[in-house]
């Protein structure tokens, strides 16, 4: 797999801090992510370069369209629930709903241990929405009352939300990018296809949002940040990751972005989870695990040299000892 593994968890760690950074800029969650997707997509599409005309394909655009609509789930979700919570069930989810667009896709059904770690993952959603929600909770009933309380905690609700449809449109476009780099297309090209037709997309809400706060220098090094490094630079290496690390890998190594992004939001933010949330962060990334490592077929398993099964080839071998 030479650097490939290296690739995707740099990339990783370059998506662990878009929510903390988007959260130094005082610009409204839409604003700021399509100024996000119109630079990085930019940047993208002239890395591809002629390759791009070629590689339009109907998935990738559909892919473009979960690109954009992902971005505003993302920002939408952190600034309901907070970094950690809200980055480790957008993205966290994503292998979750993986392996239900591959059943529903290409028929590949859920084994036993991709059901059980999914319940599993359920319920630590479920935590991080009692335990997140009782914390906010109690911090705002000591402040204006019960009403908001339970202000504090439907908010928590709608954010998980957003980040559970956020998680299903990121499996989506990265099971698009896989079968189309799988399929031989030129990595760069195909990011540039997506995240070119997203920033197209975005344009327009980038221009009725308003422009303005990029103004400020603060803004400007933020976004720019978000939309070269977070975007542009991060998913350059991803695609780059794709062409020599299998797809399920690749899955596995992507958890470190909500680990980057919980101790960003813990260390740098000052944000506090109640124990119940942790428990429930913990259960999700362990579950998580589970769902993205592939399972081990034992005995059919092909040798590079015949193409044979290693069963079939200890057969041949005992037939050729039986022989005078």
């Not at 204006?144 to 339970?150: C, L, R, S």
Request: hydrophobic share 55%; glycine share 16%; charged share 10%.
């Amino acid at each position: 797999m030479r650097n490939g593994p290296l690739a995707v968890v740099a990339a990783s760690v370059l998506w662990g801090t878009a929510g903390t950074a988007g959260l130094l800029v005082s610009a409204d969650s839409v604003a700021l992510a399509a100024a996000r997707l119109v630079i990085g997509g930019a940047a993208l599409a002239l890395v591809a370069g002629a390759g791009l005309k070629s590689a339009v394909k109907p998935g990738l655009l559909l892919g473009a369209v979960a690109v954009a609509a992902y971005q505003l789930c993302f920002f939408a979700a952190v600034s309901r629930t907070g970094v950690a919570v809200g980055t480790v069930v957008a993205i966290g989810s994503g292998p979750v709903f993986t392996g239900l667009l591959s059943w529903v896709l290409h028929g590949r059904r859920p084994t036993r241990r991709w059901s059980a770690a999914t319940a599993a993952a359920i319920f630590g959603c479920a935590a991080l929405i009692v335990g997140g929600g009782a914390e906010a909770g109690a911090g705002a009933g000591a402040q204006a009352g019960t009403e908001a309380g339970v202000q504090a905690g439907a908010q928590m609700v709608v954010g998980v939300g957003l980040a559970l449809l956020g998680g299903l449109l990121y499996a989506f476009y990265a099971v698009m990018a896989a079968r189309a780099i799988g399929q031989g297309g030129q990595s760069n090209a195909v990011m540039g296809v997506m995240f070119g037709g997203a920033a197209l997309i975005m344009v327009p809400v980038l221009a009725v949002s308003g422009v303005g706060w990029i103004g400020e220098p603060r803004a400007l090094l933020a976004v720019l940040y978000l939309g070269l490094g977070t975007t542009a630079l991060s998913y350059f290496l991803y695609g780059r990751g794709l062409r020599t690390t299998p797809v399920a890998t690749a899955a596995t190594l992507s958890l470190a972005e909500p680990a980057v992004a919980a101790l960003l939001g813990l260390v740098v933010l000052g944000e506090r989870l109640a124990p119940v949330s942790i428990a429930g962060l913990v259960l999700l990334g362990l579950s998580l695990v589970a769902v993205a490592v592939p399972e081990r077929r034992q005995g059919r398993e092909r040798t590079p040299e015949r193409g044979r099964t290693v069963e079939e080839g200890r057969t041949l071998e005992r037939e050729l000892e039986s022989q005078p």
